[in-house]
């Protein structure tokens, strides 16, 4: 069976939940037995989203390969328990830089270099590569951005010639629209989408599917009349109605019959889904017996997407453990040693983010300092256990100015110091430490009570570690280096063994949490902060 691609838009308005469409479609043609990859398209011309700020794009996703990705392939992988990499996510910029290195080595033989052909055909050069490179059975390539959309255009041209290319058996065309409730006419409305499906058809790019986000269902006047102006079929209008969780989206999806829809008209063999697993974990993530408070304690906690991974990683682990994980946001830049009793009074664990530079820093040490005294649960990520060893160092070793080079060059005590490979390294992006590395982990630790391994991979996102030459000084005061990068020499994961959970990690775990296989981290700290909340 020759490679299938779907082709999903969104049209109307931004952040209707494409890549939770295209995640969940993906989740239910798996669970028919395909092998499917996702593909995000994006049209702004940055390379990649790793130089951009927090509260521009939300959090940035790293792949094993190292690749600085949109944050919708969190939602791929967590959906299809699936490795992305580089060819996963395409940007604008990434088009134009290929293309302006090919024409700069003659590849073009003098001709000029135009968007058509030659952006829209390395644009399917992209797609249509990743396919034929996984032996795929399904590609859903979403394509960023809104439909009408001046940086879109070159894509949903590109789309539309490899329709044509390839064939439309082999193609399929979703669009992603909005169905607005007017509350003062008391009735939905159909023009925005009817709107939208033309701007796309005036492109030369018909939908084959809608799918229409909506607060209120679709009764049969309103989808016949979405399909009459669209020129779809009625069975092709499918409902997107707000769901508890995220996670039940596969299945509201499959109850509209979309995977059913896809497989016939893409003529796909399959056989029946086994959605078991999913179906109990849904039901655990909205029915949970207990709840536990958990602080996480950054920099950009007024835009939550900047931290989407960690947030997914605790409702896996949550649900593993039977309890739903509030979080209480809180902003490292107003927490200070007279007001953090009050501000993180009652948690159950306390987990401190990852960030860079050093505003909040002060505020993050605080929150370090507390849940070290007062026999807190505690996880610190990347920077956040960074954090937790200047803590120790400063308060337990008797190094009262010990600090990072990142935010005191001049500190007597660098306890964490940029990596000696990046102190001459002049380009921000696509340089610091990226990807999968190995991590050895020592036995009777917290770490290896969670990973049950003593050889693991995870992500990785940084430029400074604990520094090498004075680390000595943290291990003769009590801390434990339970994970070392072998290769390197270098520390990846620090832990308190008297307390009742303290653990602190280079990397970045929360990446590699999926709903089949929460990180082992994650499961542990939730069940350290159950604990703490008496629910044993």
């Not at 390395?122 to 490179?133: F, R, T």
């Not at 063999?269 to 536990?292: G, M, R, Y």
Request: aromatic share 8%; net charge negative.
């Amino acid at each position: 069976m020759s490679t299938k691609y779907i082709f999903v838009t969104g049209g109307v308005t931004s952040s209707l939940g494409k890549g939770i469409i295209c995640a969940s479609l993906g989740r239910l043609l798996v669970a028919r037995g395909l092998k499917v990859t996702v593909q995000k398209l994006d049209p702004y011309i940055n390379v990649d989203p790793g130089t951009m700020n927090p509260y521009e794009h939300g959090e940035v996703f790293v792949t094993d390969d190292g690749a600085e990705t949109d944050l919708d392939l969190g939602h791929y992988e967590r959906f299809l328990d699936i490795n992305t990499s580089q060819a996963n996510n395409v940007t604008t910029g990434r088009i134009y830089y290929d293309v302006i290195n090919k024409e700069r080595k003659g590849a073009y033989l003098g001709k000029t270099v135009q968007v058509i052909p030659h952006i829209t055909d390395e644009i399917q050069s992209h797609v249509l590569k990743l396919g034929q490179s996984g032996n795929y059975d399904v590609v859903i390539v979403e394509i960023g951005g809104t439909v009408g959309d001046i940086e879109s255009l070159p894509y949903i041209e590109a789309v539309r010639q490899i329709r044509y290319n390839v064939g439309r058996a082999n193609t399929l065309s979703i669009h992603l629209t909005l169905v607005p409730y007017l509350s003062a006419a008391g009735e939905l409305k159909t023009k925005p989408t009817q709107h939208s499906v033309k701007t796309l058809s005036e492109s030369g790019l018909q939908p084959d599917i809608l799918v229409c986000r909506t607060e209120h269902s679709l009764d049969e006047s309103i989808r016949g009349k979405v399909a009459s102006f669209c020129n779809v079929d009625i069975k092709d209008v499918i409902e997107s109605i707000d769901a508890r969780s995220i996670y039940e989206v596969p299945l509201l999806m499959q109850k509209e019959g979309l995977d059913t829809r896809v497989i016939e008209k893409l003529k796909l063999e399959t056989h029946e889904p086994d959605l078991d697993q999913w179906i109990k974990f849904v039901d655990a993530v909205c029915n949970p017996s207990h709840k536990i408070d958990i602080a996480l304690v950054g920099k950009y906690v007024e835009h939550h997407d900047s931290y989407k991974s960690i947030v997914e990683a605790f409702v896996h682990a949550g649900a593993l453990n039977e309890v739903k994980v509030i979080i209480r946001w809180i902003q490292s830049d107003d927490l200070e040693p007279g007001n953090v009793i009050q501000a993180l009074a009652g948690v159950h664990g306390i987990l401190v983010a990852p960030g860079f530079g050093g505003r909040g820093i002060e505020g993050k040490l605080s929150a370090v300092q507390y849940a070290r005294e007062n026999n807190i649960p505690f996880f610190g990520i990347c920077l956040g256990m960074q954090c937790a060893v200047i803590e120790y160092a400063r308060n337990v070793c008797g190094l009262a100015k010990a600090n990072s080079t990142e935010f005191d060059e001049s500190t007597p005590h660098p306890i964490i110091d940029i990596m000696y490979d990046q102190k001459n390294i002049e380009n921000m992006g696509g340089t610091m430490r990226l990807g999968q590395y190995n991590c050895a982990v020592v036995p009777d630790t917290f770490a290896y009570h969670a990973y049950q391994d003593d050889q693991v991979k995870e992500r990785h996102r940084h430029r400074y570690e604990v520094n090498n030459e004075i680390r000595s000084v943290l291990s003769n005061n009590g801390l434990v280096f339970s994970g070392i990068n072998p290769e390197r020499d270098l520390v990846e994961i620090i832990e308190i063994p008297e307390h009742p959970w303290f653990v602190g990690v280079q990397f970045h775990p929360e990446l590699q949490s999926t709903v089949s296989h929460p990180q082992a981290l994650f499961v542990d700290f939730v069940e350290a902060a159950k604990k703490q909340a008496g629910l044993e």
